[in-house]
């Protein structure tokens, strides 16, 4: 069963990205879920948004360092290449950078995941708070091409208009 956001959020994909089931691609803990129009290495790319309330005052970086640990669980080698704070003080962001090897199907591939963290404090109360969690992923040959695609998916990201913050 597919989850839902936290926050309600609009955003617009190109021409080249396909909305997909998530549940699909056994993305069940997702609420979104997209693939490109070209595989690579018998991959698809991917893109996947996610997220939850968080009632803990676990830092981004901890959360991201979460990702990681259950990336882990199923993937090998799981490489953390890249991690930078982006945002403001009241809309805080954090992106990642994962390289890893998988099994898909009868293969053993390199992928490359680029995660963003979004944190989004409720206006009425501060001890509430949702992180939704936007990822790319894709073979490390593919990823670079894919990369711009995603960078523009995440500039159309809003809170959808009359939505409260978490």
Same mark, same amino acid.
């Given at each position: 069963m597919t989850s839902s956001l936290p926050v309600p959020i609009e955003?617009? #994909?190109?021409?080249?990205?396909?909305? *997909? /089931?998530? !549940? #699909?691609g056994g993305a069940a803990d997702v609420a979104f879920a997209a693939v490109h129009r070209e595989s690579g290495?018998?991959? *698809?790319?991917? &893109? *996947? &948004?996610g997220g939850e309330y @968080?009632?803990?005052?676990?830092?981004?970086? !901890? #959360?991201?360092? !979460? %990702?990681?640990?259950h990336l882990s669980e199923f993937a090998e080698s799981v490489v953390m290449t890249g991690r930078q704070e982006v945002g403001f003080a009241d809309a805080p962001a954090l992106t990642q950078r994962? %390289?890893?090897t998988a099994g898909v199907g009868d293969a053993r591939l390199d992928l490359?995941?680029?995660?963003?963290?979004?944190s989004v404090q409720d206006v009425a109360d501060s001890r509430? @708070?949702?992180?939704?969690r936007l990822a790319l992923t894709a073979t490390a040959v593919q990823h670079d &091409?894919?990369?711009? /695609?995603?960078?523009?998916? #995440?500039r159309t990201v809003r809170l959808s208009d009359g939505a409260e913050a978490a």
């Open positions: 955003f617009r #994909l190109s021409d080249d990205w396909l909305p *997909t /089931d998530p !549940e #699909l290495a018998g991959f *698809t790319a991917n &893109i *996947t &948004i @968080r009632p803990d005052a676990a830092t981004l970086g !901890e #959360l991201a360092d !979460e %990702s990681v640990r994962l %390289s890893f490359v995941q680029s995660q963003v963290y979004l509430r @708070r949702a992180v939704v &091409i894919v990369l711009a /695609d995603f960078q523009d998916f #995440l």
